[in-house]
């Protein structure tokens, strides 16, 4: 495939750049007025992520505002819980709802592993935002698909939703039995790494791992509960897809930098909460680095964008092995005038 904008796919190389390639978490969401037209037109999100073509469509519309150097493909990350049979809904108003949460040993042992097919429709919205994206056979810049991590969708099919409280009823099954948390772990982990893979034989250039939650995590448990089957997932994807790049973003998780560098992640997002410098000594020289400004920015104001980006750039080299782009997912209430600040801060 050739790539009208190939900028953000020589950042997962050694070449030195004429500037960061910067994509946005969220840059597709609810803070833009096309975006929520689009999804009134749709009828609800879940009925938004299941068209392929309001999938397309709403993946186009940050690209027409903004000078991007990648997609993210529109969906959720919870499209395998509910494939798994768990009941998810999205109330007006409201966050993530699964109907049958994992709260008993029964629940657990009745969890089954999702055929990946079942998610076809989301393998179809990957290859019609490819589409979307190509015109005479070059496409204008790289798509992402991605996934949440098996810890951090443990954690909502355990709760039933979000949470207030860091996951509790989540941790004290960790603490009073782990093994069942590890049954939900690897039932995950396996759907996890298929849905992955048939992303990315659908079309998309760059696969991302979503461990929302791993930071709610001790050093020792985060081991144990989430790299572990970060790492497995990395190991089976470089065999299946070798020439596709993995991103993997750890909220919370700055302690383990290093070692999800060493689990093979050919890149590391970094939250805005950690120092991209000490990030780029644990990482080492050979991965690529992604973050980590602050979402809240784009709540302020151009001039106190711009100092954020100086500040940020003196301090780090921006043009070898590093991605532009928030420390988490963009807010509601960002003003997108202010989006169009920090890109073109970045690019200049």
């Not at 048939?198 to 250039?205: L, S």
Request: charged share 20%; with cysteine; hydrophobic share 45%.
């Amino acid at each position: 495939m050739k790539f009208a904008n190939d900028l953000f796919l020589r950042a997962f190389t050694d070449e030195r750049l004429p500037h960061p390639p910067v994509w946005l978490l969220r840059q597709a969401g609810r803070y833009l007025p096309e975006y929520r037209a689009t999804r009134a037109k749709a009828g609800g999100f879940m009925d938004l992520c299941r068209s392929p073509s309001f999938c397309a469509e709403v993946l186009l519309q940050p690209l027409a505002r903004y000078q991007l150097d990648a997609a993210i493909v529109f969906s959720d990350i919870l499209t395998i819980p509910d494939a798994m049979g768990l009941g998810l809904s999205f109330g007006v108003g409201e966050g993530p709802r699964l109907a049958r949460p994992l709260q008993s040993e029964s629940a657990i042992d009745a969890l089954r592993v999702p055929d990946v097919s079942t998610l076809q429709y989301v393998f179809d919205a990957v290859a019609e935002c490819r589409r979307a994206l190509t015109r005479d056979g070059v496409q204008s810049v790289p798509l992402i698909g991605f996934s949440g991590s098996p810890f951090t969708l443990a954690c909502y099919m355990v709760e039933g939703a979000g949470s207030q409280n860091d996951f509790a009823t989540t941790r004290r099954m960790m603490l009073q039995r782990p093994d069942l948390l590890e049954r939900v772990l690897a039932a995950n982990e396996q759907i996890v790494t298929d849905y992955l893979e048939q992303q990315a034989r659908a079309g998309a250039n760059v696969l991302m791992l979503f461990d929302s939650w791993g930071g709610v995590l001790a050093p020792l448990q985060y081991e144990r509960f989430s790299l572990s089957s970060l790492r497995r997932i990395i190991a089976a994807l470089k065999l299946r897809v070798p020439d596709v790049p993995i991103i993997v973003f750890s909220k919370g998780a700055g302690h383990s930098v290093a070692a999800i560098a060493a689990a093979g992640a050919d890149a590391v997002h970094i939250d805005w909460q950690s120092d991209l410098s000490r990030a780029r000594a644990d990482a080492g020289e050979s991965v690529t680095l992604q973050g980590n400004f602050d979402p809240l920015l784009l709540t302020t104001d151009a001039a106190t964008i711009q100092r954020a980006v100086s500040e940020t750039l003196a301090s780090f080299d921006g043009k070898r092995r590093y991605i532009a782009n928030l420390g988490h997912g963009i807010t509601p209430d960002a003003q997108p005038e202010l989006v169009a600040a920090l890109v073109n801060a970045i690019r200049s």
